[in-house]
T-cell receptor
Framework: SQQGEEDPQALSIQEGENATMNCSYK?????LQWYRQNSGRGLVHLIL?????REKHSGRLRVTLDTSKKSSSLLITASRAADTASYFC????????????FGQGTRLTINP | DGGITQSPKYLFRKEGQNVTLSCEQN?????MYWYRQDPGQGLRLIYY???????QKGDIAEGYSVSREKKESFPLTVTSAQKNPTAFYLC????????????FGPGTRLTVL
């Protein structure tokens, strides 16, 4: 069952601009995580935000979480060509075993 | 270097054959996971294991089998019962009880000819 829904499915911006991706989910969560996947590779963990946190920063990444709306956003500031990748949100639900449910992903393209 | 490895990177099999994908980690992680990814899609959980000699079905376990005889290893067998096995398979591991995220291997691309 796919819990995360990501928006947009694809995003293309110019280098230096900011990129924002959104994720919505359905059930109560312990935390929400964002991952990056370069084409044909495994996923890389970017950032984790707990259900009692509203905002978190890591370098050029900013993640927000609104549990009342069951949504999260990932902002990448001052984008670079190397940021071109697919980005996935994943939720760790409160009920059940410790396992993640991934969204469909946002394909981000940074144009030089 | 600590990490998670998958082999082979590319795998071809004839229809009707079983094939086993390898996944090994030296991160001392308790939990291991297998996901399937189809083109342009997200990840779907096949099986996961939180301790040795125990594993649970994920969302799409039919046609797959796993074993967890050692903490470091979690091989996945794609059986002939899997109707559409061509996909990208990803293995991951994580620490239980700690919110550190999952570490992923590089993946195995399986093509059924």
């Amino acid at each position: 069952s796919q819990q995360g829904e990501e928006d947009p499915q694809a995003l293309s911006i110019q280098e230096g601009e900011n990129a924002t991706m959104n994720c919505s989910y359905k059930t109560s969560i312990n935390n929400l995580q964002w991952y990056r996947q370069n084409s044909g590779r495994g996923l890389v963990h970017l950032i984790l935000i707990r259900s009692n946190e509203r905002e978190k920063h890591s370098g050029r990444l900013r993640v927000t979480l609104d549990t009342s709306k069951k949504s999260s956003s990932l902002l990448i500031t001052a984008s670079r060509a190397a940021d071109t990748a697919s980005y996935f949100c994943a939720t760790d639900a409160i009920q059940g075993a410790q396992k993640l449910v991934f969204g469909q992903g946002t394909r981000l393209t940074i144009n030089p | 270097d600590g990490g998670i490895t998958q082999s082979p990177k590319y795998l071809f099999r004839k229809e009707g054959q079983n094939v086993t994908l390898s996944c090994e980690q030296n991160l001392n992680h308790d939990a291991m996971y297998w996901y399937r990814q189809d083109p342009g899609q997200g990840l779907r959980l096949i099986y996961y294991s939180q301790i040795v000699n125990d594993f649970q079905k994920g969302d799409i376990a039919e046609g797959y089998s796993v074993s967890r005889e050692k903490k470091e290893s979690f091989p996945l067998t794609v059986t002939s019962a899997q109707k559409n096995p061509t996909a990208f398979y990803l293995c991951a591991s994580s620490m239980l009880g700690r919110e550190t995220g999952e570490f992923f291997g590089p993946g195995t691309r399986l093509t059924v000819l």
